[in-house]
């Protein structure tokens, strides 16, 4: 069932009226009817798998409690390593297995050695990714003493499967919002609004910008042969705010879902695109994934208390983990690594703190500093996006190569101009740049919409919420799977 | 609570009224207005699924327009008979291609599935009347509300773009050029046993039903109807109904006058597969069947002989 379906739409509502009237206010209801909803909202995609998630749900509930009550060290780390491996165990044979196989039969076919270790051929459960990293968590934090275990297995269930989360997070912390399911949830007026008014822009930016432009990335990574270097950078480009608008949409109508339900999720970004350099770009962007490494990942390495080079060392393992993670397919790893050799200098010079605040915090515009600094941060980010869309490696090098081949004959620029003419039209790169400007206008709050027409004559405030709501309609065509699914 | 479910129903409310009132009013504008001309040379129309569409080059068959578009059923052939004729009474003979894959109930179920619905419901809503959207509401209410989204962005694009004519775009098919020739392949997949074993198909009711409609509305409209069967390789199948095909053409549909030119003889490589030719397939028979219309074809009075008598001196020829 995807956010952007009819089925969620009748699924939703139903849902809504439930959780706040057949239960009375008794949480423990709200509980158990968020968890079956949760699981029928799954099971929409293949029941099959529900029983991966209870049992991944059963493992965490029950390694959590056993490594709470251990006395001596060594028992909770046995507890916790055995979590910690059938979870990753899990995810390395649904999602790994084949990558693995195929990489070691390519390495000794180097050596002359023929070796066939066979493939599975199983489909990747979806959100494995997600909530393995919501069990990981749990049990991590109860290893560190960040918490208690819950032994209501039903609230922890909820932590787990919570279904606005479920498939593509954001990832959850038992520390942020384990304890928001402990409690009664009164409705507030003001939440549900707020997050109806986010699940709409959720849906803009998914239905009508990331959808309009998966067209055209498409058709350019697709046939990236056939098209001239800036055709390929237009390619690129579409492909930047695909991938932005439809995770950033996704997390949108996530997070105002459960805001709809007293609910409030981890924000997952903060309009990365006007970033001034990358570490602040990696603040900004899939945010609750980027602290996931950092809390479990970075710091136990040892984070960048010892030196140098142990901060560069823990940098580049942080970046091929989160690459890695996207995927089992080289790609992704270089992907994780330009970023992590993107990052360095600042890393190195000591300056990945300079870019805490949003840009221009309180002016309308940028300096001219500042807006040079996004744009060649906004550049390189685009760079990296081309080794996560490409289909191989190969596929990457030979559309870089072509970029700036191309970059040099005129008749690149014609060939864009026409595709641009012909194909796109003009109505989807002003709707891109209207976006960008409405982004700009409320990057100072959770997401662009959230103040803009507040105040507003209410004729006038619900107008422009039925342009947006019009727009979805005439941009709606194919229910379009969201990237982020996938992994 | 209460207050946030009252706000919520109004704006949905309201919402709602605009969007039916959009649709509504411009599936009026098109429906009423001057957009659907074809050229004033055009003498007769083909219409049909995919046979009709990849087989008849309406560049070759001089006063011949093709409409067919692949996979359609009856009732959007009906939709469009109908709109043509009123539009243009220089439209005089209107072929319905009637082939034995047609005749199968999966084929009137199609009429209500999600994808047909979605491909489909969004080119010819402005043609459709209340009764028409309410009887598919109740097959499948899910795809029809999808569907209004896709049919009102049709129209306010096809506003938007300026468009003179709402059949241009190949919006209601036209010729395919076929550039496929893989029936060799797929003969080889075959049983190597060629005796045919009839089968007894159950009937799709709604689809023939919507192809009685459209003979009974070019007869009162007195434009001259046919049924038409187009080449089709020996091997196809879809043959194995021909007994229960032929009874139907005997009864239900035994007013109208069946041209067959499932004989055609074609060279494998001039199809594109078992059951449509490719672009030199369709050139040859688009050839035939010119000759044939500027022969007299449809003043005859056996047809069929004629049509017979002519295959069997192509095949002559060839040998």
Redesign the interface.
């Known amino acids: 069932m995807l956010f952007n379906s009819?089925?969620f739409a009748l699924f939703l509502p139903v849902v809504f009226l439930l959780y706040?009237f057949a239960t009375k206010g008794n949480f423990r209801l709200q509980n158990i009817l968020l968890l079956v909803s949760s699981y029928f909202f799954y099971a929409c995609w293949d029941w099959r798998f529900l029983f991966l998630l209870i049992f991944s749900t059963l493992l965490d509930y029950y390694t959590g409690i056993k490594i709470h009550e251990a006395s001596v060290r060594k028992k909770k780390l046995f507890w916790l390593w055995l979590s910690i491996g059938v979870n990753l165990g899990f995810l390395g044979v649904f999602k790994y297995y084949n990558f693995f196989a195929a990489s070691f039969a390519d390495g000794l076919s180097l050596m002359g050695i023929k070796a066939n270790l066979g493939s599975l051929q199983v489909i990747l459960p979806v959100g494995i990714s997600f909530y393995t990293f919501h069990g990981l968590s749990y049990v991590l934090d109860l290893y560190k003493d960040r918490i208690k275990p819950e032994r209501n297995f039903i609230d922890y269930s909820v932590f787990v499967s919570f279904f606005p989360l479920l498939v593509a997070g954001p990832i959850e912390r038992a520390t942020h919002l384990l304890p928001q399911i402990l409690k009664k949830r009164e409705?507030d007026?003001g939440k549900?609004?707020d997050g109806?008014r986010q699940i709409l822009w959720g849906l803009f930016k998914k239905m009508v910008i990331a959808d309009s432009c998966a067209e055209f990335a498409n058709t350019i990574f697709n046939n990236s042969a056939d098209y001239s270097g800036t055709t390929l950078i237009l390619g690129a480009l579409f492909f930047a705010f695909q991938i932005y608008c439809d995770f950033s949409g996704y997390s949108d109508i996530a997070l105002g879902t459960a805001r709809l339900f007293g609910i409030d999720l981890l924000r997952n970004f903060a309009f990365p695109y006007f970033s001034r350099d990358i570490a602040e770009f990696w603040r900004r962007w899939h945010i609750s994934l980027s602290s996931w490494f950092r809390d479990y990942l970075y710091i136990p390495l040892g984070g960048s208390k010892g030196g140098i080079w142990m901060k560069i060392r823990n940098t580049f393992i942080i970046f091929l983990v989160s690459g890695f993670w996207h995927g089992a397919n080289w790609t992704f790893i270089i992907w994780g690594l330009l970023n992590a050799i993107y990052i360095m200098p600042s890393i190195i010079f000591n300056t990945h703190r300079n870019n805490l605040d949003i840009v221009a915090k309180g002016k309308y515009l940028p300096t001219i500093k500042e807006f040079f600094a996004i744009c060649f941060t906004f550049g390189l980010t685009v760079l990296a996006w081309i080794f996560f869309r490409a289909k191989d490696v190969s596929h990457a090098l030979i559309y870089i190569k072509d970029i700036f081949v191309g970059l040099i004959h005129r008749a690149s620029y014609s060939q864009t101009i026409s595709f641009v003419l012909d194909k796109v039209g003009l109505a989807l790169p002003l709707l891109i740049f209207l976006f960008i400007i409405i982004e700009w206008i409320g990057r100072e709050q959770q997401y662009a919409i959230a103040h803009i027409g507040t105040k507003w004559y209410r004729p006038l405030r619900?107008g422009l919420?039925?342009v947006i709501?019009?727009t979805i309609?005439?941009?709606?065509?194919?229910e379009q799977q969201f990237i982020y699914f996938q992994f | 609570?209460k207050?946030?479910l009252r706000?919520?129903a109004i704006?949905c409310f309201?919402?709602g009224c605009?969007?039916l009132l959009?649709m509504l009013v411009s599936n009026r504008i098109i429906d009423k207005g001057d957009y659907f001309k074809i050229k004033n040379t055009t003498k007769y129309i083909i219409l049909g699924h995919s046979h009709a569409e990849c087989d008849y080059n309406d560049l070759i068959i001089s006063g011949l327009e093709n409409f067919g578009q692949s996979s359609e059923i009856y009732y959007y052939t009906y939709l469009k008979t109908k709109k043509i004729i009123e539009a243009n009474p220089q439209v005089k003979t209107v072929f319905i291609e009637f082939t034995n894959n047609r005749i199968d109930k999966e084929k009137g179920y199609n009429i209500w599935s999600d994808k047909y619905l979605?491909l489909r419901y969004s080119l010819y809503a402005p043609l459709m009347n209340f009764e028409d959207v309410v009887s598919m509401f109740i097959h499948n209410p899910?795809a029809i509300?999808?569907s209004q989204?896709?049919s009102?962005?049709e129209n306010?694009l096809f506003f938007l773009k300026s468009d003179p004519n709402f059949i241009n775009h190949k919006r209601w098919g036209g010729y395919l050029y076929l550039n496929r020739d893989k029936t060799d392949s797929l003969v080889k997949t075959l049983p190597k046993d060629t005796t045919v074993k009839y089968v007894v198909p159950e009937l799709s009711d709604p689809n023939m039903g919507y192809l009685s409609q459209t003979i009974d509305f070019c007869t009162q409209h007195q434009v001259a109807v046919y049924l038409i069967r187009s080449p089709l390789h020996p091997r196809w199948p879809n043959l194995n109904n021909e007994p229960s095909f032929q009874k139907l053409l005997k009864t239900k549909f035994a007013t109208v006058e069946f041209l067959d030119f499932k004989n055609f003889p074609l060279k494998t490589t001039e199809y594109g597969d078992l059951n449509h030719l490719n672009h030199k397939g369709a050139k040859i028979y688009s050839q035939f069947f010119d000759r044939l219309l500027k022969a007299g074809l449809l003043s005859k009075t056996n047809k069929q002989e004629f049509i017979n008598t002519e295959i069997e001196a192509v095949r002559k020829e060839s040998h």
């Not at chain 1, 309609?473 to 194919?478: C, E, V």
């Open positions: 009819i089925n706040w409705f007026y549900a609004v109806l619900w919420y039925y709501v019009i309609f005439l941009f709606a065509g194919k | 609570m207050y946030f706000k919520t704006f309201i919402l605009i969007t959009l979605s899910k509300l999808n989204f896709l009102f962005k306010l």
